[in-house]
Structures are given as C-alpha cells and as structure tokens.
C-alpha cells in the first residue's frame, strides 16, 4: 500500500512558509536589488529583478547568508562570509544575477582586510566601498576603490578611523564623498556621538555629541550630489526624534512631527524635500510623510499591525514589509496596497490577533500583549501561559506575525509579551531604566503584568512557563532564580548564564556594550556583574528548565552556558535539567532547524503541564 502524503501541523507551516526582505535596491540602477528570501529552506541572498520580478539566488551557505547589499550600479550583490554563524569572517561579491558559484567571474574577496566582526559596509557611486571592523582591539573604518571588473586590482584600502571603543558606519553621502560614523568614544556605545569624515584623506568633516546619556544615530545622507544634510536621530526631548544637521556650516534642525512615540526609521523621499519616517507606537510601527518645507505630517500605508521595513522608490511609491499578529509578512506598495514580491513556497497560515494590556507597574504603565488560543471562551478559566521575554534588550514585543508564539498558541497555551523597562518604544527614559539594577529591573514589570493577569483570572498561576532567548533567556534564567515561586518551567534559548565568563568569550561590540550598561567591566564593577548574573541565583532555581545554545555562538557563547548547566545539575535536589546545542551561532536561518528546537521547547513543555 502506498503510503499517503502527511499534512504538516499549522505551527510547522508557518515555519517552513517562504521568507522575503524588502528589495535593497541599487542606488543608480533600481531596477535591481537584493533580497533575502528562502531558498531550499535556508535563507540565501537573491538577485531581484524589479521590472519582471524574478529572484535569482545567489548564495548558498548550509548556515544562511542574510547581511548583504548591492553596489550603487547594480553590477555586484556583497554578503558577509563567516562560519556557521559566528558572525566573525569577510565580505564577498559576485555579479549580479549569477549563482553560487558566481558565474564567469566567480566569487570575489575584493577587500585586503583580515576576518574580523562586521561594523558594517556601504557601497557608493563608482567604486567607493566604506566599511568598518571590530575585533578586541576596537574598531577600524576603511575606504576602498574597488575595480569595476574583475580584472581591476583593487586599490589598497585607507584607513579612515580607528579606536578602541566600538563604533560603525553609517551613512554614506550620495557622492561618495562622506561618510558618517557613530561612535562610542566616551565610553558609552548604548548613547552614541557621530562623526563625519572625508572619504578621500579621512578627515574630520565634523562631529556631533549631545552628551552623557544622549545617543545619536546617523540615519541617511540627502539624496543629491553635494547636499550636505544628514538626518539625525537624536533624544534631546526624552524620546527618539530627528533633526537635521548640515554638515558644513553645522547648522541642526529639529523637526516636529506632532506624532506620540518613538522614531524607529527615516528615510528621504527622491527630491530631498519630505521624509518617510517609521514610528513606534505602543507596539506598533507607523508610516508617515514628513514636508520639510510646510511641517505637515500625513499617515502613509496601513494603519494596523506592524511595519517592518520600508523605502522609498524613484518614483515616490513607498515599498514596505508588513504583518501583524494574525497575518503573515507581506511586501506591498503604499501606492497600490498590491503584493510586491511573494515570498517562494506555500503561505503561512494565519495565526491569532493580539488583546493590548496595561498594568501599573514598580516603574509606570507597563504595556504588555496577550494572544489567546482561538476556540476558548474568555471565561473559561484560567489559562495556562507562556510569558515570552524579548530579547535586545533594546526591542520591543510587537503585532506582527511570530511562527513561535503562534505555535504556543495552537498548542492551547496563552502568550503573553511584556514590554518592560528596557524596551524601545516607550521614550528614552524607559529604555534605560533597566541601567539601574540590570535583569531585576525588567522582571519586575514582567511579574506585575503576570501578577495582574492571575489575580484577574485570565492565566494560570501553577501553568507559567517563562521562556525567551537571547536576552530573553537570560532574563529566563535570572527569573527562575530571583522569583522561584513565580516560574512552573523555564524555556532558555541562547541565554547569558554566566555574566562574567559571558564578558569574557562575547564578541567586542558585545563587551562595549556591557560596559555602557554596568558602568564597567567585570574588573571593574564585579559586584554589580555579580549580582545580575543568573549563575549567582542557580541554588534557588526549582523550576525544570530547557536551554538552547548555539555551538558557534559569539553573543552568548557556549562556555558561559556550559558553566550554569554545570553548576545546576551538580546540586543536590536539583530540578531536570535538558540541553538542545546546535551547530549554528546566535539562532538559525534553516527551517529545519528552526522547527527542530521549537519541536523541542514543545514536547518538554508539554510534558511538564497539562493544557
């Protein structure tokens, strides 16, 4: 008998559904861009033809390729190279619409540098490649003149900018000419300055600072050759606003949007005389035009779930990536609302719309979102409940659509998201309160808001699982430790375990980091990396607990995990303790993978509470 074909649950679905980013278009030629999309179930950077639409991949990597971009004529795709997601490793380049193996030309090595972290790559007119490296030396900026063919010799690079602290390029003028650097040359790489420099000789063109506990970012330069305006975000009123700032004369202008919440993103419109720019909004990101000339501000695209990425097109048509809760990722026009570019495979099935709550907490309001399994009167009782802790920790929970959460879902569990203090979205202020006693600080809002929704009736006190990853696992570990009479079972993915050996084995950006959060490094402050250190608290863990660790990690490297799980499991009376390691970095761009470890968080959580 023929076996028949099985029929994959929703949860998996979702997971294996296509992938698509917005097009990353060609300064000069925008009629081709890059875009990562699946292919064969591993995210790849494609070739993108806009005018047929056609995707052609162009790498593929067992452990994926997601940071890449095109040159400003279209010719070359570059994407970073590194080994199995260590993100330590080079920049390639291949001509545009060639396969794997690069076509004719193959795939180049184009930049005379050593493997190093990436602080980023931009790509101007010509041959102008700018692009910053940091290992535990600090960081460097170089310019390179790289031949238009493959048989040009590359011109050796120029050093522009180099310091111990952590730094990054960010915006590149249209001519090639500028480039503008954020920098952390306080101390303090989580409240960056900027500085813009020549890329001819790599000379100050000049700098930006607002001082202790102010950050800026560099956003974008006018479009137009020989404009010297760079949009700036800045937090000078509490909150993440723009300005723009001539670079010559050192002229700033604020713009007020008269819009609440934070700005995520800026981008300029084709005549350099309005923005696009991307507002956070309780847990939600808005598109809006802003005319520099009037002041006025109108709405662009939807006006429900969440705006992932967007940009404008020559012709003044806003492309951008959508979803919210209960609808999967799109990429549509403003101008149309069509469907731009249809991510390869079968749709993910739509999941739950999510329930806003708000609760007083220790700090303020705390806005949380609740999804609840579908088919369940909302008085049925008391929930069981998974309370997932994001990551960051500068993020923020959002409507949009998530194949994890879903799954939970699906599963019978409620979801429940917490933007604590810590979260971007909410002002400055909010932001950096987790500075004051880091890990407490954010679990003590995550413990109103599941307070709250026990006291209501809404979830289950003894069915609580708090999971997360990244920073969300170490919040989850520090959580089973620090509140043991909160927690039925943790679920850890990628967590910091081991603060101090963490410190020690992270990759340098992560350590400057570190340092702008504790005031110092572990020499420096070791109580306070003591005290926020889920190691410290592994006695009083009583929990079972699930960790998942990627074996290439640089984030939240492997040793520090190994150590904590050492520690727990030698305990007398310890609680079961399960491990799931893969052969990835700081999570995976695979399907199978993907579902692999939430095939895992299920069956252990499923084994430890009844729905």
């Not at 995707?55 to 070359?76: E, F, K, M, Y």
């Not at 007083?360 to 998974?386: C, E, Q, Y």
Request: hydrophobic share 40%; with cysteine; net charge negative.
């Amino acid at each position: 008998m023929t076996p028949q074909p099985t029929t994959a649950p929703a949860w998996e679905a979702r997971f294996r559904a296509g992938h698509v980013s917005l097009p990353d278009w060609a300064q000069d030629a925008p009629d081709r861009a890059c875009v990562v999309a699946t292919h064969d179930g591993v995210r790849q950077v494609h070739s993108h033809d806009v005018a047929t639409g056609a995707l052609a991949v162009a790498t593929n990597r067992p452990a994926g390729t997601t940071d890449a971009s095109i040159s400003a004529d279209g010719a070359w795709l570059w994407w970073f190279d590194d080994d199995a997601g260590d993100e330590h490793g080079v920049w390639r380049r291949q001509v545009f619409a060639t396969g794997p193996d690069g076509g004719a030309t193959g795939v180049e090595t184009p930049l005379d540098l050593p493997a190093a972290y990436s602080a980023g790559l931009l790509l101007g007119p010509g041959e102008v490649v700018v692009t910053g490296s940091s290992d535990d030396d600090g960081t460097r900026v170089h310019a390179f003149a790289v031949g238009a063919s493959p048989t040009d010799v590359p011109a050796a690079g120029r050093l522009l900018y180099s310091h111990e602290e952590d730094a990054g390029v960010a915006a590149l003028s249209h001519d090639g000419a500028r480039v503008a650097v954020e920098h952390s040359e306080r101390g303090d790489n989580r409240h960056p300055a900027l500085r813009v420099l020549r890329v001819a000789d790599g000379g100050t063109v000049a700098d930006l600072d607002d001082g202790e506990g102010l950050g800026l970012g560099a956003v974008a330069f006018a479009p137009r050759d020989g404009d010297p305006r760079l949009l700036v975000q800045h937090e000078r009123s509490g909150r993440p606003e723009l300005l723009v700032w001539d670079v010559e004369t050192g002229a700033t202008t604020l713009l007020d949007l008269g819009l609440p919440g934070d700005v995520a993103d800026a981008d300029w419109y084709p005549d350099g005389e309005a923005l696009l720019v991307a507002v956070d909004h309780e847990a939600r990101t808005r598109l809006y035009r802003h005319d520099l000339a009037t002041g006025t501000t109108a709405p662009v695209g939807p006006t429900d779930g969440t705006v992932s990425s967007a940009g404008v097109r020559p012709d003044g048509d806003v492309w951008f990536g959508w979803s919210s809760a209960a609808a999967p990722r799109s990429v549509r026009s403003a101008g149309t609302d069509a469907v731009l570019l249809a991510a390869p495979g079968e749709a993910a099935p739509p999941s739950v719309d999510v329930e806003d709550v708000w609760v007083d907490g220790p700090g303020g309001r705390v806005h949380a979102l609740l999804r609840r399994p579908s088919g369940i009167a909302r008085d049925a009782g008391p929930l069981p409940v998974v309370v997932e802790v994001h990551g960051g920790p500068t993020w923020h929970e959002s409507d949009s659509f998530a194949p994890d959460l879903a799954a939970w879902v699906d599963h019978g569990f409620a979801v429940l998201t917490v933007n604590y203090r810590g979260s971007t979205g909410y002002g400055s202020a909010w932001r950096d309160a987790l500075e004051v006693k880091v890990g407490f600080t954010e679990l003590e809002d995550v413990a109103a808001v599941h307070a709250a929704l026990v006291e209501q009736g809404v979830v289950d006190p003894a069915r609580s699982v708090l999971a997360g990853a990244s920073w969300g696992g170490y919040l989850t570990l520090l959580g089973l430790g620090t509140q043991p009479e909160r927690w039925t079972l943790g679920v850890a993915g990628v967590p910091v375990a081991d603060y101090v050996a963490a410190y020690e084995d992270e990759m340098e950006g992560l350590k400057a980091f570190d340092r702008s959060l504790f005031g110092g490094s572990p020499q420096e402050v070791p109580e306070a990396y003591r005290v926020s250190s889920p190691l410290t608290y592994v006695d009083d863990v009583v929990a079972p607990v699930l960790v998942l660790a990627g074996e290439n990690d640089p984030r939240c490297p492997i040793r520090q995990v190994e150590n904590y799980l050492a520690a727990l499991e030698a305990r007398d009376g310890a609680p079961a303790v399960e491990t799931y390691r893969y052969e990835a970095g700081h999570g995976s761009y695979a399907d199978d993978e993907r579902i692999a470890q939430m095939r895992v968080q299920l069956d252990f959580v499923l084994r430890h509470v009844a729905v």
